[in-house]
Nanobody, 125 residues
Framework: QLQASGGGLVQAGGSLRLSCEAS????????IGWFRQAPGKEREGVSA????????YYTDSVKGRFTITRDNAKNTVYLQMNSLKPEDTAVYYC????????????????????WGQGTQVTVSS
């Protein structure tokens, strides 16, 4: 299971840190992705981290503003979001890919087999 938390309401330019805590499996053998979905829009891959070697992925719109990190001891992945913009407003989901499954790419939702509940991020202008 995945438990996402840390969403909230913030003004433009502000910061939030999202957490994704995994239970029932270890991050050592997985990749974790963050996705977001705004009203009326398709789900978008935001960031991902491969926990074996720590390689990361960011969609272009968040590069330089968001940072994904992992704490394997806490079985938790974090998404630090800085310089937030109103267009970052969405429900954010974390998802896990267990190695052995098909890999469509770090920003493709099909890569991830397990999904947590979403956490709302609202950025006011």
């Amino acid at each position: 299971q995945l438990q996402a938390s840390g969403g909230g309401l913030v003004q433009a330019g502000g910061s939030l840190r999202l957490s994704c805590e995994a239970s029932g499996f270890t991050l050592d053998d997985s990749a974790i992705g963050w996705f977001r979905q705004a009203p009326g829009k398709e789900r978008e891959g935001v960031s991902a981290i491969t926990t074996k070697d720590g390689s990361t992925y960011y969609t272009d719109s968040v590069k330089g503003r968001f940072t994904i990190t992992r704490d394997n001891a806490k079985n938790t992945v974090y998404l630090q979001m800085n310089s937030l913009k109103p267009e970052d407003t969405a429900v954010y989901y974390c998802a896990a890919h267990v190695f052995g499954g098909l890999w469509y790419g770090p920003g493709d939702a099909r890569t991830f087999q397990s999904w947590g509940q979403g956490t709302q991020v609202t950025v006011s202008s």
